[in-house]
């Protein structure tokens, strides 16, 4: 016998039609019985039904004919049972009445009650009441319960309560304070409002939603849409549509497909004006436009919806678990209520467990404390009787999921259970056939995975219990196929989020094979920069020990981990542990020059005594970095090895230039540049050549000397084609021409090289356009809008196709365009453009800029440029004049960077946050937050920093000699 809630929808159209007996001479026929009745009565799409119809045509249980029904300009196609259908629907209906159901009787309030019956008997109870069976179906269905309050919800299409796919609270317990916020905005009357319930998956944010309307129920209309992951807008159209109807007492759209969607969306919502009705999307998580940046399908109707809250009188309810940066772009920040969900506090978690078993009532504290108040999980427990273990979820899931999907469901949600981020189907071993999509879809629709667009996740709790049953073998062989995989993302072209470089490693240590793991960290050394300092030097503890293990000693990885952690520290500008690591590796690469390696070894310890002395010289320890220098020369000299020779003269000239003393560092680059010649070595020629310009240019004299060696530099690498030596001189080159005022000659010379590298690296030459473009601006105006000209065509042409594609951050390159530069250069671009439209007085537009390059950052996981790129939309709002959201971006940009371990940064956003706190009138906080930030400062030994906010701190205090002017709107809370 099927179960009620296991009803296919064949079986739910027999009994449709078993309650709408054919009456061939009937004039008009009941609108059930017609494609577009019954999809709106079953909430099955039209397009599905036709199928379906059509199958039962075939089979000989359903027939049609044209017929009149209400609110239709024209006949349309009605349906009805033939004797062969009647039979099974009877039949049907015979088979279901022993089924025991709960039957909700009564209004809210003290007259409600809840009965167990067989589901014959509450057909015979109701009868009555005219309520056909299929409504008492379609009641079981939905909600587990028969609450004959809804019942004529259904039948009658309800005018009020549109709630065909809420749940019911029945047994809610706590979140008072999550009510009291709700039923305040609820009962405002205002239109306009958007209230957001974020929180993780079973944490109960329907339910609360839900029990809010549940007391609020009877005094506004309501209409819930839950969004489901294969659905498309137009599905939430036709709801939205009928609900429309409904509440007018309409019915002459019923044919009418004619306009387009979205401007059939907007008609249907204004007609709701003066109604005050409360509008619920519940998963709006499932739409793939939050993930691709709301520039999917959905995003259009998801606008229209936020635009016509006024004219259409309504307010709006989402319900995600995630946060919807859509929303935040097209609102301002006093239209939304955000209410984030937890755990349930111990009041509420103790009645909640009590409630759902008094036998574990002794036990509440227990179970609370093993689930942190997650409902389903203490619900769970409780239903045990004891606190929740790692035992009770492998026994859970090994009865409850295992036994319902098929094997090889089984291996995927295995497999997909060791990833911590969304993960592609061939990451699980699929090939993507039809079954393979088809097993996909099952699942998602289960609730036991979900889908960001392309890839997919398995639920936290779901996860929890599969790890469970894993054997330690089974999990050596998951991780280390889930590190084979991510190591193809990260060592391949493509731009990953530094969460899959994290997943990666600990995959591969997980999986016992250090070497591996260390291996793919050295070949993405790109991707280190933007590592937060925590979790880099986490991850460098846990390399360094595998780099010693047994396994990996004597492989020469150790050395080549120093040198990547010292080049990690350089770049964060923590010169003193960038020696610390350099010399470390210097060391160690000479101890381990005598196990085979001595090649490799001496190639290590050379490029680490460099760069010792590179970080000796930018730390003006000037003694040490000459000697280091100086004695890797003699190393050379005495071993006949005359491109180091060459290498380590160019060291000494770019050491004395730095100096300050010319003539002897022309004195080495000219020596160096010699070698180089002698040894055929044109790159080495080429950077001697660019030293020379750089030291030519600062002894002063002939202008044409500097150009002419910048120029052969250029030239040489263009031969060779090492863009970023290409790069890297031509951009000396527009410096320098640019500081003595020559802007037209700085212009044409990037133009010349700009069309060069764009021709063959499209990232270097948008990098190379940025540098140039940040260059310009406090140089000369002019010449950096001819850059800006120049370049932003093609960036915006580039931008556009990127959202419309929408990349995520884990394949981002396998999407992309082959002609265009990739989305983190590009975001760089967008900020120096941005700067560019801010110095010229247009601060809206940089802003404009400024929030595409955060959408592009945010999507590649890229936080700490994302926050300095934050700290530069403060001051394009200040410059726009509004400093409560320039104070806001700045303090956001401040917790981001501490939180990534840059506290230097951190400093930065919240001295941007207090120049704006000082511009609003608001001197008091301002000089707090002053106060705040040289008290970090002394104790980090930064001067500078001190100085500055000393600075910012008297001005403060200066002006705070007069009233405090706090600024207009909502208190800012820091």
């Known amino acids: 016998m099927a179960a009620i809630s296991q009803l296919g929808n064949e079986q739910r159209i027999l009994l449709l039609l078993h309650c709408h007996p054919f009456e061939e001479d009937t004039y008009e026929h009941p609108f059930h019985v017609c494609q577009e009745g019954m999809g709106e009565a079953l909430s099955i799409r039209v397009s599905n039904l036709s199928k379906i119809l059509s199958r039962m045509a075939d089979e000989g249980m359903v027939s049609s004919v044209l017929g009149r029904v209400p609110g239709a300009r024209r006949r349309r196609r009605v349906f009805f049972l033939t004797e062969k259908g009647m039979e099974a629907a009877a039949s049907l209906v015979e088979s279901l009445r022993g089924e025991r159901v709960k039957v909700v009787w009564g209004e809210d309030g003290e007259g409600r009650r809840v009965e167990e019956m067989p589901f014959g008997e509450a057909i015979d109870r109701v009868a009555s009441m005219g309520i056909p069976r299929w409504v008492l179906v379609e009641l079981h269905r939905r909600f587990g319960v028969l609450d004959m309050t809804k019942a004529r919800d259904i039948l009658e299409g309800g005018p009020v309560r549109f709630v065909s796919e809420m749940p019911d609270p029945l047994g809610f317990c706590g979140r008072k304070k999550e ?255 039809s079954e393979d999509l088809g097993m996909l879809d099952d699942m998602i629709s289960s609730g036991l995975i979900s889908s960001t667009g392309e890839d997919y996740v398995i639920h936290d709790l779901v996860r929890e219990g599969v790890l469970s049953l894993l054997s330690p073998e089974e999990a050596k062989i998951l991780h280390r196929k889930a590190g084979d995989y991510l190591a193809g993302v990260v060592g391949g072209e493509e731009y990953p989020d530094i969460s899959v470089l994290r997943e990666c490693i600990m995959h591969f240590l997980a999986s016992d094979s250090p070497m591996r793991a260390v291996e793919v960290f050295l070949s993405a050394d790109r991707m280190l920069s933007s590592l937060p300092e925590r979790e880099a030097e986490a991850m460098f503890g846990r390399l360094e020990e595998a780099a010693a293990s047994e396994e990996t000693r004597g492989k020469g990885l150790l050395p080549r981990l120093y040198v990547a952690e010292g080049d990690y520290w350089r770049g964060r500008g923590k010169l003193e542990r960038a020696l610390d690591r350099y010399t470390a590796a210097a060391v160690y690469a000479s101890r381990q020059s005598g196990n085979g390696l001595a090649e490799e070894m001496r190639v290590v310890e050379e490029e680490a005594r460099e760069r010792i002395g590179v970080v000796q010289r930018d730390l003006n320890m000037w003694k040490e970095t000459i000697s280091t220098f100086a004695s890797a020369l003699e190393k050379a000299i005495s071993t006949g090895d005359v491109r180091m020779e060459a290498r380590e003269r160019l060291n000494l000239a770019t050491a004395y230039r730095s100096r300050g003393d010319m003539e002897r560092a022309l004195e080495y680059a000219s020596a160096a540049l010699e070698k180089f010649r002698k040894v055929g070595d044109p790159r080495g020629e080429a950077a001697a050549l660019h030293e020379m310009g750089v030291i030519s240019f600062l002894r002063g004299g002939d202008d044409g000397l500097f150009v002419g060696f910048l120029e052969r530099s250029i030239s040489l690498s263009r031969e060779l084609g090492d863009h970023e030596a290409e790069r890297a001189a031509a951009f000396t080159l527009i410096r320098l021409l640019t500081q003595i005022g020559e802007i037209d000659r700085a212009v044409s010379a990037f133009s010349q090289v700009y069309g060069d590298l764009a021709s063959s690296s499209h990232d270097v030459a948008l990098s190379f356009a940025s540098q140039v473009l940040d260059t310009m601006l406090p140089q000369d105006l002019s010449g950096a809008e001819a850059v800006f000209d120049r370049v932003s065509p093609g960036v915006e042409a580039f931008y556009d196709f990127s959202d419309s594609a929408r990349i995520r951050p884990s394949r981002v390159q396998r999407m992309r365009h082959p002609s265009h530069p990739s989305p983190p250069v590009v975001a760089m671009w967008l900020g120096s453009a941005a700067s560019f439209l801010r110095e010229k007085g247009r601060p809206t537009n940089a802003l404009s800029l400024r929030k595409k390059a955060a959408d592009i950052l945010e999507r590649a996981g890229d936080r700490t440029a994302l926050a300095r790129l934050k700290i530069e939309m403060a001051l394009d709002l200040r410059a726009a004049g509004d400093m409560e959201r320039s104070f806001s971006e700045a303090m956001d940009a401040a917790e981001m960077l501490k939180a990534g371990g840059d506290v230097r940064g951190a400093l930065a956003g919240m001295y941007t946050a207090g120049r704006s706190l000082l511009l609003s009138g608001r001197y008091r906080d301002a000089e707090k937050l002053a106060e705040e930030i040289i008290e970090i400062a002394e104790r980090e030994g930064w001067h500078d920093a001190e100085e500055a906010a000393a600075g910012l701190k008297k001005e403060a205090a200066r002006r705070g000699g007069r009233k405090d002017q706090r600024v207009t709107g909502r208190e800012i809370v820091s």
């Open 179 to 433: 009510l009291s916020l709700m039923e305040e905005v609820f009962g405002s009357g205002s239109a306009g409002n958007i209230v957001h319930i974020t929180g993780m998956p079973g944490i109960g944010k329907s339910y609360l939603a839900a029990e809010a309307l549940r007391r609020f129920a009877g005094k506004r209309p309501v209409f819930w849409h839950r969004i489901k992951v294969w659905e498309e807008p137009e599905d939430l159209l036709l709801e939205v549509e009928r609900f429309s109807r409904e509440l007018s007492g309409k019915r002459d759209t019923v044919g009418s497909r004619s306009p387009p969607p979205k401007r059939r969306l907007k008609t249907a919502l204004e007609s709701l004006g003066g109604a005050g009705a409360i509008l619920v999307l519940d998963d709006v998580h499932e739409t793939p436009d939050n993930e691709s940046g709301g520039a999917g399908e959905w995003m259009p109707f998801f606008r229209i919806m936020v635009d016509a809250r006024k004219t259409g009188g309504y307010l709006l309810v989402l319900v995600s678990r995630t946060g919807l940066r859509w929303l935040s772009r097209e609102t301002d920040r006093g239209e939304v209520v955000r209410i984030r969900l937890g755990g349930m506090d111990m009041e509420a978690a103790e009645e909640f467990i009590k409630a759902k078993n008094p036998g574990a009532a002794e036990l509440w504290r227990e179970i609370y404390e093993s689930t942190a108040g997650h409902p389903l999980l203490m619900e769970i427990s409780a239903e045990m009787g004891r606190p929740l273990s790692g035992e009770d979820i492998s026994s859970f899931f090994r009865r409850e999921l295992f036994s319902l999907i098929p094997p090889k469901a089984v291996e995927v949600v295995k497999m997909l259970s060791v990833f911590n981020l969304p993960v592609p189907a061939e990451a699980l071993g699929l090939s993507m056939s």
